[in-house]
């Protein structure tokens, strides 16, 4: 069983920052991309930044130059560095990642439980 631990959220004052941690437990063949979504209260869930097993990355628009995605394959781990953080960043952020079973090399999902980032004053 494949399972992701995400740790890190908390409260932040506008301007602050957090970095969050993600890792992968589990027996896992390889990994195609991790990433991490996050979901407003009465929003929908929203992709904010995906990185490759080559390193290639791509964000949403509205954290473009604040947040970092970043990754440890050797540990299966993904990190999302968040600076600059406004109210709008307000969410519960969930790490996903797409793998191949180690068992039958089938494509698979999988989701964290989510960390709270709360940005206020």
């Known amino acids: 069983q494949v399972r992701l631990v995400e740790s890190g959220g908390g409260l932040v004052q506008p301007g602050g920052s957090l970095r969050l941690s993600c890792t992968a437990s589990?027996?896992?063949?390889?990994?195609?991309?991790m990433g991490w979504y996050r979901q407003a209260p009465g929003k929908e869930r929203e992709l904010v930044a995906v990185?490759?097993?080559?390193?290639?990355?791509n964000y949403a628009d509205s954290v473009k130059s604040r947040f970092t995605i970043s990754r440890d394959n050797g540990e299966n781990s993904v990190y999302l560095q968040m600076n600059s953080l406004k109210p709008e960043d307000t969410a519960i952020y969930y790490c996903?990642?797409?793998?191949?079973?180690?068992?039958?090399?089938?494509?698979?999902?999988?989701w964290g439980q989510g960390t709270q980032v709360t940005v206020s004053s």
């Open positions: 996903t990642m797409s793998y191949r079973d180690y068992f039958d090399r089938r494509p698979r999902e999988s």
């Open positions: 990185i490759t097993g080559g390193g290639s990355t």
């Open positions: 589990g027996r896992i063949f390889s990994i195609n991309v």
